[in-house]
T-cell receptor, first 113, second 111 residues
Framework: EAGVTQFPSHSVIEKGQTVTLRCDPI?????LYWYRRVMGKEIKFLLH????????ESGMPNNRFLAERTGGTYSTLKVQPAELEDSGVYFC???????????FGPGTRLTVL | KQEVTQIPAALSVPEGENLVLNCSFT??????LQWFRQDPGKGLTSLLL?????REQTSGRLNASLDKSSGRSTLYIAASQPGDSATYLC??????????FGQGTRLTINP
């Protein structure tokens, strides 16, 4: 069974540009989460989808971040426009049920110059 | 506010030793706690998940315990090997479904 996949693995962009990260959860997992780790800090929650609906987006830092999960399969996280403080590693995770074990992808390392 | 603390930040031990990693959380209304390992440049690998109704979980040489009253969880690694070198993270879940992470303990096993 394929695990959670994320694309790209690395992205380097200029401040003010737009970047879109993609996450493909484990097949059949309705729950999809986004987290991120910025330099020197712990991993922090961004938002949670159940199928195509946003269940909890309390961790989204500001309105420059937009997450979507059309059709309840893969998800995208767009940052527009990117700022220097957005640099970090963005992780996606999925689970079969809301309180079950979460399985993480390898992360996307975003560098904003 | 939920907080998860992992001490020490880094640990180095010789191969073959048994060791304990610590995780403290601030709220006793914990739903479950998950331990992960992260290798450099890689994602998080789930090691063990302990439900609030459980006191411990075991997988191979790993044993994780949970004490809600004291707000502590420990990860015990028996007969450590160089391949165990990684960063170990604990994360708690309360009523909300998100995980709250500690900063991790970077473990080095010296051959």
């Amino acid at each position: 069974e394929a695990g959670v996949t994320q694309f790209p693995s690395h992205s380097v962009i200029e401040k003010g540009q737009t970047v879109t990260l993609r996450c493909d959860p484990i097949s059949g997992h309705d729950n999809l989460y986004w987290y991120r780790r910025v330099m020197g800090k712990e991993i922090k929650f961004l938002l949670h989808f159940v199928k195509e609906s946003k269940q909890d987006e309390s961790g989204m830092p500001n309105n420059r971040f937009l997450a979507e999960r059309t059709g309840g399969t893969y998800s995208t996280l767009k940052v527009q426009p990117a700022e220097l403080e957005d640099s970090g590693v963005y992780f996606c995770a999925s689970s079969s049920h809301s309180y079950n074990e979460q399985f993480f992808g390898p992360g996307t390392r975003l560098t904003v110059l | 506010k939920q907080e998860v603390t992992q001490i020490p930040a880094a640990l180095s031990v010789p191969e073959g030793e048994n060791l304990v990693l610590n995780c403290s959380f601030t709220d006793s209304a914990i739903y479950n706690l998950q331990w992960f390992r992260q290798d450099p440049g890689k994602g998080l690998t789930s090691l063990l998940l302990i439900q609030s109704s459980q006191r411990e979980q075991t997988s191979g040489r790993l044993n994780a315990s949970l004490d809600k009253s004291s707000g502590r969880s420990t990860l015990y690694i028996a007969a450590s090997q160089p391949g165990d070198s990684a960063t170990y993270l604990c994360a708690e879940r309360q009523g909300a479904q998100k995980l709250v992470f500690g900063q991790g303990t970077r473990l080095t096993i010296n051959p």
